[in-house]
């Protein structure tokens, strides 16, 4: 059975880079904006006129979504939490 080609990864900064080049440096500020205020990839995508899959990929190249759990200050109280 034949092994399948992989494609080499390529590198977090020449995406960035390539997306610099292609889109400009105020519109990557924009996107990296966008995805720190958590804008869906559907709205991404139509604004920058791409696929919500290309809007994935970026995503995944420039960072981690990291998620976290805020409990309720009342909550924290009741459990003796500070």
Not at 6 to 16: E, F, G, H, L
Not at 53 to 78: C, M, T
């Amino acid at each position: 059975m034949a092994a399948k080609n992989k494609q080499p990864s390529v590198d977090s900064a020449t995406v960035a880079k390539n997306f610099i080049n292609q889109y400009g440096k105020g519109k990557f500020k924009r996107f990296i904006k966008l995805l720190k205020e958590g804008t869906s990839g559907e709205q991404i995508a139509e604004e920058y006129g791409v696929s919500r899959e290309r809007v994935r990929q970026w995503k995944n190249a420039f960072g981690n979504v990291v998620q976290s759990y805020d409990l309720d200050p009342d909550i924290q109280k009741l459990a003796g939490i500070k």
